[in-house]
T-cell receptor, first 115, second 114 residues
Framework: DGGITQSPKYLFRKEGQNVTLSCEQN?????MYWYRQDPGQGLRLIYY???????QKGDIAEGYSVSREKKESFPLTVTSAQKNPTAFYLC??????????????FGPGTRLTVL | DQQVKQNSPSLSVQEGRISILNCDYT??????FLWYKKYPAEGPTFLIS?????DKNEDGRFTVFLNKSAKHLSLHIVPSQPGDSAVYFC?????????????FGKGTHLIIQP
């Protein structure tokens, strides 16, 4: 079964700690994305990556970092510099070559709570 | 400044009737529009999309209409079913943006009443 997986589903972190959220896809998609959703808000883009070893900041990248060492994986690290890290984090992927489609397919999400 | 706006935070529709969800955008560069459906604590699922070269796209019970001059699109669900109760997000992208992220509206919570 092809799809996007995110782990863990729920994550708790103490203030001042870094935490890494996992995102894996086996859809053979080139592009991957991280979004954040807050209550009553739309999804806001944190980082995106069009190809391996390349990534770009989105609208709200401050306090976050990413890596793209493999096509299938795009982990997101929430650092202690992120002032309001408690949120629902969503990973997505899409084909990107020649804009075959811009449709992004989402993982199930990780809810991060900072205690 | 919000480039994609969904001005109705919630909408209540009786089962079997038509649900119409609206979305407005301000960036005239947007050329591809999508609708996603989202249940609580889950990732959004893709519903339907439309390119700016079209004004209508239909897929089963779902139809999306695009009015470029008004910078407005709408999602019609006919007939509405209980399982349609969810939050619906409108999203947009543009060619110059390449494969970067979509711009999302804040969502409309659709409630289907029996």
């Amino acid at each position: 079964d092809g799809g996007i997986t995110q782990s863990p589903k729920y994550l708790f972190r103490k203030e001042g700690q870094n935490v890494t959220l996992s995102c894996e896809q086996n859809l053979n998609h080139d592009a991957m994305y991280w979004y954040r959703q807050d209550p009553g808000q739309g999804l806001r883009l944190i980082y995106y990556s069009q190809i391996v070893n390349d990534f770009q900041k989105g609208d709200i990248a401050e306090g976050y970092s990413v890596s793209r060492e493999k096509k299938e994986s795009f982990p997101l690290t929430v650092t202690s510099a992120q002032k309001n890290p408690t949120a629902f984090y969503l990973c997505a992927s899409s084909f990107s070559s020649g804009r075959i489609t811009d449709t992004q397919y989402f993982g199930p999400g990780t809810r991060l709570t900072v205690l | 400044d919000q480039q994609v706006k969904q001005n109705s935070p919630s909408l209540s529709v009786q089962e079997g009737r038509i649900s119409i969800l609206n979305c407005d955008y301000t960036n005239s560069m947007f050329d591809y529009f999508l609708w996603y459906k989202k249940y609580p604590a889950e990732g959004p699922t893709f519903l339907i999309s439309i390119s700016s070269i079209k004004d209508k796209n239909e897929d089963g019970r779902f139809t999306v209409f695009l009015n470029k001059s008004a910078k407005h699109l709408s999602l019609h669900i006919v007939p509405s079913q209980p399982g349609d109760s969810a939050v619906y997000f409108c999203a947009a992208s543009w060619l110059g943006g390449g494969a970067d992220g979509l711009t999302f509206g804040k969502g409309t919570h659709l409630i289907i009443q029996p």
